[in-house]
């Protein structure tokens, strides 16, 4: 079979995302702080610990720890998390304590415009966040999705 023929795909899911952080307790606080799960909070000895929390409704988690990633603490950029309404999820990260941007949007020049996107379309709207150390998170408001996604 050659690299151009067509074959059966697995499904991939993508379950983890691994995430830099300088203060584990600071950060397990402030992502539980949000509403997010806590799913797990185990050491190995003294130089291995890993929390992992899930955002409401996610399939996948957020890892963080000590001795998981030689990565620079708050050096994870453009994590995003989908929501169906903007508003609603940044009020509500914002009242567990996030500082979160005002709406905001792309011109046809790709430029950032204050906003959500004027014609209402998914894909359009975004808000930002960052965790203690600057993890970057960004919401994106999807409501409807594009055909083939679920």
Not at 84 to 107: Q, W, Y
Not at 113 to 122: I, L, T
Not at 127 to 140: E, R, V, Y
Request: proline share 9%; aromatic share 10%.
């Amino acid at each position: 079979m050659t690299q151009n023929q067509s074959a059966a795909m697995p499904d991939f899911k993508l379950e983890v995302l691994i995430i830099p952080v300088s203060d584990v307790d600071r950060a397990k606080s402030f992502y539980v702080g949000l509403g997010w799960r806590l799913d797990a909070d185990f050491s190995v000895g003294p130089t291995f610990r890993v929390i992992q929390v899930t955002p409401p409704g996610s399939p996948a988690s957020v890892l963080f720890g000590r001795g998981m990633t030689a990565a620079a603490p708050g050096s994870a950029p453009g994590m995003y998390l989908v929501v169906s309404d903007i508003e609603p999820a940044r009020a509500a990260l914002i009242a567990r304590g996030a500082k979160v941007s005002e709406a905001f949007h792309f011109n046809e020049s790709r430029e950032r415009v204050p906003g959500p996107d004027p014609k209402g379309r998914s894909y359009s709207t975004f808000a930002s966040f960052s965790d203690p150390d600057g993890n970057a998170w960004t919401l994106q408001e999807i409501k409807t999705r594009l055909p083939g996604r679920v």
